[in-house]
């Protein structure tokens, strides 16, 4: 896919922080043709002074239904933003369900469907190896996307991540409020877990989709590319 080359997208997880910012990031790229969000419940789009919202199309479905759901939908570049907690999710097997079981079928979809790009929202520390239950679960679906044969597959691992949500986090709101101490004593090697905007995440990932991957001595298909949280601030520094 050319650097320059119109795109439409896909979008699985607009009403998340990450995922709503992605949204209105989307429909403001002039490269962006059309704009496709599979939600689980009824969304309000976002306010529109522009006429932005006329490229945009909203599915609400059933997630345990999602070739169904996503039946004609056409999408170059598939981005997936899904997460929860196990607050909010209450059981491990529930927690799985949206955090790997969903994703991986997005994954399954864009690769059946030809999709040029697939980029998604995983988690600094994402290891299928992992103790940690979240970590563990994080790395399980990279691992089973990277396996799909997808022809791009970008993973995006932020570390905290800064922004208004709709549901109370108590960990993340100590980490909003402790931000500017954190700024000041991550340096250093402790620089990578500088906790991240959701804003400049979604930013970091529209930039993705302005550009062209050259596969070289590659088939194609077997091209995944891991960025950590230094990069995101990298580019926010740009």
Known sequence: MEASAPYKALLVGATGLVGASLLRQLLQDSRCSAVTILVRRPLRPPADESGSNRKLTVITADFDRMDEALAGVEADIVFCTLGTTIKKAKTQ???RQVDLAYPVAIGEWAARHGAAKMIIVSAMGANASSSIFYNRVKGEMEAQLSAL????????????????????????KAGILLTPLLKLFMQG??????????????????????????????EAGTFVKIYENDAIHAKIQL
């Open 93 to 95: 097997e529930a927690f």
């Open 149 to 172: 044969g997808l022809r791009e597959l970008h993973i995006v691992r932020p570390s905290l991540l800064l922004g208004k949500r709709e549901e109370f986090r108590l960990g993340e």
């Open 189 to 218: 090697a402790l620089r990578k877990y500088r906790p991240v905007e959701a804003e400049d995440v979604a930013a970091f990932m529209v930039s993705l989709c302005r550009q062209g991957i050259t596969i070289t001595g590659q």
